[in-house]
Nanobody
Framework: QVQLVESGGGLVQPGGSLRLSCAAS????????MGWYRQAPGKQRELVAR???????NYADSVKGRFTISRDNAKNTVDLQMNSLKPEDTAVYYC???????????????WGQGTLVTVSS
């Protein structure tokens, strides 16, 4: 099976930068896509950015131009570089992966435990 572990969250001032990292480990055939989601208190979890195995990316409109997602297929890691952070970016950020099983018979979604990002002066 697969485990996702996030790191890099913390407290940062508005306008600052932070980089989140996510590492996948376990037994699987491949990872089709990886992404970052976030959830603020009282709000629904939303997609922040995602990237396919081929390098195609998409971003939420609210983070375009500020956040950059990248992936290392060999290491099974995905990073989220967050610049020009705003207080409204405050949330728990979750790593997500669409994983193909070792048998190659099905895909399944895996979630990390989340890492807290707080943007405040």
């Amino acid at each position: 099976q697969v485990q996702l572990v996030e790191s890099g969250g913390g407290l940062v001032q508005p306008g600052g930068s932070l980089r989140l990292s996510c590492a996948a480990s376990g037994s699987f055939f491949s990872i089709n896509a990886m992404g970052w989601y976030r959830q603020a208190p009282g709000k629904q979890r939303e997609l922040v950015a995602r990237i396919t195995s081929g390098g195609s990316t998409n971003y939420a409109d609210s983070v375009k131009g500020r956040f950059t997602i990248s992936r290392d297929n060999a290491k099974n890691t995905v990073d989220l570089q967050m610049n020009s952070l705003k207080p409204e970016d405050t949330a728990v950020y979750y790593c997500n992966a669409a994983v193909e099983s070792s048998s190659g018979s099905y895909y399944f979604e895996v979630w990390g435990q989340g890492t807290l990002v707080t943007v405040s002066s």
